[in-house]
C-alpha cells in the first residue's frame, strides 16, 4: 500500500468521513483524533471499534457519524474482532468473493482501558499473529466514558473517583504502564507515539502505519476536559505543554529503528503541565517534584537510545 | 443404514464425533476458522488444521489466544461476509460468555459445536452438559446430537438454517464430550462436497463494505432496545419451522430424516424416559429390556434444545401416565434442578397436559450413565410413586443419597 504524504494541512483531503452531530464533551481531543485518521485513511477503511467514550458518543441508535463500516462488538476484543475481519478479506479475496485489488484497510480505534488493561490480551494475540491491521490508541489515561475510574495509563499522583487524593492516599500510587514499549517488544513493523497537539506528526504517523506490510500501533495523548479537570478550550495547549514538559514523547520505530520526532530543545518543569489541570490539584511540592524526577529518568532513558540529546535539560 | 435412499453417493467412514464435525465444516466450504484448544473439544481443530494444511479446506483459520477473542474473530469475520467456524466445551464456553450474546445480537450466521463436559471447581474434564445448559439464555440455536452420523448432519444443516435470511441467528451444535467425542462410530459422508456445497449456496447479507459502508453494534438506548430485542425473539420462534424444513430437506438430501422430539416405543407406553445427547442408545436398550419385562415403557430424545419443541413434545407425551426426565446438569437451588425438566414441566403446564413429571439427575463430571442406570431410576421411580414427582429432583448415583 502506498503511503500518503503530509508535509502540511493542505495535504489532507478535504473530505470529512466524520460527520458532524456526535455527542463527545465540548473541547474533547478525541474528536480531533478521529477526524485526522478518516481523512488519512480515507474510504477504503473497516473501523473496530472497542468499547468506550468514542463508540457510545457516535453511534447512538438510529443515528451514526460514521461513513466508513464501522463495528463495536465489546471492550476488550477489538483486536480479536479485527484478526477475523483481516482474516476474512484474506480468504474471500483468494475465493474472488471480495475484488482482492481493493486493499481494504482496517484499523481498531481503542481507549486506554481497552488497550493497557482489558484488551491488551486479545491487542498481543492480533500483534504476535501478525494481522495487517493498524491499532489505534485514544489515551486520555483514565476511564472516561464511565465516569473517570483509574486505568493502567493513569500517571502518578492523578486523581480519579476511584484514587482519590486524600489524607492517606495521594492519588494514583503508581507509574504509567510503558504501554508502547509492550507493544514495541512483540517486534512488530511501526510503532508510534502521537499527540494531537502536533497534527502534521500524528497524520504522517498514521499514514506510515497504514503503509506497513503488517500490523502498527499509534498511541496518541488525547487530553480530556471532563476527566482532567481542565477549560474545555486547553485541550491543544496541553497536548503542547505534555511535550515541552516530556511528560509525553513523540517518538516512532520504524522496523526496529527508534526516533524522537519532536525535538524538545529546551525542556519546562511539569508543574507548568500540572497546574493547568485539576486532576493534579492538591499534590505537595514533593509529590510534584517525584513526577519530576519520573521523567527526569525517562528523558535519560531516552537519550541514551536516541545516542543524542533529543530532549534538552530543564530551563524553566 | 447400509442402503441409503439418497441422490448422491456417499461413503462409510469410520469418525469419533470431533472429526464428524471437521468433514461437515470442510464440506460446507467455510471461510474462517478461529480456534483455541480445550479437552474434549480439540479433535475438530486439529482435523481442522490438518485439512488447511493439505490444501483439502481452503480457509484461514486464526490461532487465537482464547476462547473469548476465537468468538469475537469469528464476530469480525462473519461481519466481513465470511462463513465461519469455531467450536469448544466447557470453561471455554464459559470465557465466551460474553461475546455469546453479543453475536447473537449483531444476528450473525456463526456455527460453532460443543463437545459438552463439566464446569469448574473442582476442575473436571469429562462429559455432562452443565457448560451447555448454561449458556441456555444466549439466544444460540441449540442442536443436541447423539450419534457421529448426527452430528455431521447436523452442522451441515446448522448453516442452512443459520444463514437463513429469516433466521440470522447462529447455532450451537453439541454432542457429548467423550462419550462422543473420543468414541468411534461409522457413518456415511458425502463423497461429492459440491453436492453439500449447494445445499448450503452462499447468500449476500449486510456486511462491512467500504462500498456500501454500515454502523454495527451501535449503542441503543430505552428508546428502541427492546423492539431490535423482541425480533430476537421472532427470530427464534420463526426458525422453528425453518428447522422442519431443513430437517426435511437433509433427509431428501442425505437419507437421513431427523425430528427435534425422537421417540422409540412410545405408541402404547404408560412411561417413558426423556434425555438428550450420546446416552439415548442406552436408553434404547434398557427400553428393551424393560419392555422384556412386561413393562410399557417407551424412549423420548430431545434434538433440538432452542427453539424448544413444544408441540413435538406434547404430542410424544400425549397418553402417557408418566415421564421420567434424566438431565445431565444441575440448577443449584432450582425447584426443579435438571434444565430440560423444568423446560418440560413449564412446556406440559402450559399445554395443559395432565402428566407426572420425575426428574433424575445423573452423569455428572463423567459419571457413565449405563442401560443398568436407566433401569434403576425407572424402578425407582415406580417405588416411590408419587413421592418421586414431590421430591423435585432425584440426584441418582451419589453416593450416600438414597430416597428409599
Known amino acids: 500500500m502506498s503511503e500518503l504524504r503530509i508535509r502540511g494541512v493542505r495535504d489532507l483531503p478535504r473530505e470529512e468521513l466524520f460527520a458532524p452531530g456526535h455527542g463527545l464533551c465540548a473541547g474533547c481531543t478525541a474528536g480531533t483524533v478521529v477526524r485526522h485518521l478518516l481523512k488519512v485513511t480515507g474510504r477504503n477503511t473497516v473501523i473496530v471499534n472497542a468499547t468506550g467514550c468514542v463508540e457510545v458518543s457516535t453511534t447512538m441508535y438510529p443515528y451514526t457519524s460514521w461513513r ?3 463495528i463495536h462488538v465489546a471492550f476488550e476484543n477489538a483486536a480479536a474482532v479485527a484478526s477475523g475481519i483481516d482474516a476474512a478479506f484474506r480468504v474471500l479475496a483468494r475465493k474472488g468473493l471480495v475484488d482482492p485489488s481493493r486493499e481494504i484497510k482496517i484499523v481498531v480505534l481503542a481507549g486506554d482501558g481497552g488497550t493497557y488493561d482489558i484488551g491488551l490480551q486479545s491487542l498481543s494475540g492480533m500483534l504476535e499473529r501478525g494481522h495487517k491491521v493498524m491499532y489505534v490508541l485514544y489515551d486520555n489515561e483514565a476511564y472516561m466514558n464511565t465516569g473517570i475510574q483509574r486505568s493502567g495509563s493513569t500517571p502518578l499522583h492523578s486523581w480519579t473517583t476511584t484514587t482519590p487524593i486524600g489524607k492517606v492516599l495521594r492519588g494514583k500510587l503508581q507509574v504509567k504502564k510503558p504501554i508502547t514499549d509492550i507493544v514495541a517488544a512483540h517486534r512488530i513493523p ?4 502521537a499527540n494531537i497537539a502536533y497534527p502534521i506528526d500524528m497524520d504522517q504517523k498514521l499514514a506510515r502505519g497504514l503503509a506497513v506490510d503488517g500490523p502498527s500501533f499509534i498511541h496518541i495523548l488525547q487530553p480530556c476536559p471532563t476527566g482532567w479537570r481542565f477549560d474545555p478550550r486547553y485541550g491543544i495547549k496541553i497536548g503542547k505543554l505534555a511535550i515541552e514538559t516530556a511528560m509525553w514523547v513523540n517518538w516512532e520505530m520504524m522496523e526496529g529503528d527508534f526516533r ?3 525535538r524538545v530543545p ?10 493547568l489541570q485539576g486532576r493534579f490539584k492538591g499534590l505537595t511540592e514533593e509529590e510534584i517534584e517525584e513526577i519530576q524526577r519520573h521523567v527526569d529518568m525517562e528523558v535519560e532513558r531516552i537519550n541514551r537510545i536516541v545516542g543524542e540529546e533529543v530532549i534538552g535539560p530543564l530551563v524553566e | 443404514m447400509e442402503t441409503l435412499e439418497s441422490p448422491i453417493r456417499q461413503v462409510r467412514v469410520v469418525l469419533n464425533s470431533n472429526y464428524a464435525v471437521a468433514y461437515a465444516v470442510r464440506d460446507v466450504d467455510v471461510d474462517v476458522i478461529a480456534t483455541y484448544p480445550i479437552t474434549p473439544q480439540t479433535g475438530v481443530v486439529e482435523k481442522l488444521a490438518e485439512m488447511i494444511a493439505e490444501g483439502e479446506l481452503d480457509a484461514e483459520m486464526i490461532h487465537v489466544e482464547s476462547e473469548h477473542s476465537a468468538l469475537s474473530a469469528i464476530i469480525g469475520a462473519s461481519a466481513t461476509g465470511a462463513r465461519v467456524f469455531t467450536a469448544t466445551a466447557s470453561q471455554g464456553l464459559e470465557f465466551m460468555h460474553e461475546v455469546l450474546h453479543i453475536a447473537s445480537g449483531m444476528r450473525l450466521p456463526l456455527v460453532m459445536s460443543v463437545a459438552t463436559r463439566a464446569i469448574s471447581a473442582p476442575i473436571n474434564i469429562w462429559c455432562d452438559y452443565s457448560d451447555l445448559m448454561n449458556v441456555r439464555d444466549s439466544s444460540w440455536i441449540t442442536f443436541i446430537a447423539s450419534t457421529a452420523q448426527e452430528v455431521y448432519d447436523t452442522i451441515i444443516e446448522a448453516y442452512m438454517v443459520a444463514e437463513d435470511p429469516r433466521v440470522l441467528l447462529p447455532v450451537i451444535v453439541a454432542y457429548d464430550g467423550f462419550w462422543m467425542s473420543h468414541t468411534y462410530e461409522p457413518l456415511y459422508v458425502v463423497d461429492d462436497r459440491s453436492y453439500v456445497r449447494s445445499l448450503v449456496p452462499r447468500r449476500d447479507r449486510v456486511k462491512l463494505d467500504p462500498l456500501k459502508p454500515v454502523t454495527m453494534g451501535s449503542i441503543v438506548g430505552p428508546d428502541w432496545f427492546y423492539e431490535i430485542k423482541y425480533q430476537q425473539v421472532e427470530a427464534m420462534k420463526e426458525a422453528y419451522d425453518i428447522i422442519r424444513d431443513r430437517d426435511r430437506d437433509v433427509g431428501k438430501a442425505l437419507g437421513r430424516w431427523y425430528e427435534p422430539v425422537e421417540t422409540y416405543n412410545i405408541d402404547d407406553a404408560e412411561i417413558a424416559i426423556l434425555t438428550y445427547g450420546g446416552i439415548y442408545g442406552s436408553l434404547l436398550e434398557s427400553v428393551d429390556k424393560l419392555r422384556a419385562k412386561g413393562y410399557r415403557v417407551g424412549a423420548i430424545r430431545l434434538r433440538l434444545w432452542r427453539p424448544f419443541p413444544v408441540n413435538e413434545l406434547y404430542k410424544a407425551v400425549k397418553g402417557l401416565s408418566t415421564l421420567i426426565v434424566v438431565d445431565r446438569a444441575i440448577s443449584y437451588g432450582a425447584s426443579v434442578a435438571g434444565p430440560v425438566a423444568l423446560e418440560v414441566i413449564a412446556t406440559l403446564h402450559r399445554m395443559g397436559a395432565g402428566l407426572d413429571v420425575v426428574n433424575y439427575v ?9 442401560e443398568r442406570d436407566f433401569e434403576g431410576m425407572f424402578e425407582l ?4 410413586s408419587r413421592k418421586a414427582r414431590e421430591l423435585g429432583t432425584l440426584y441418582w448415583g451419589v453416593r450416600g443419597v438414597s430416597y428409599e
Do not use: E, N, S
Open chain 1, 68 to 70: 466508513v463500516p464501522w
Open chain 1, 190 to 193: 511501526y510503532v508510534a507515539t
Open chain 1, 260 to 262: 524522537v520526532t519532536t
Open chain 1, 266 to 275: 529546551r525542556r519546562k518543569h511539569v508543574k507548568h503541565y500540572l497546574t
Open chain 2, 362 to 370: 445423573a452423569g455428572i463430571g463423567g459419571r457413565p450413565i449405563t
Open chain 2, 381 to 384: 421411580t415406580l417405588k416411590l
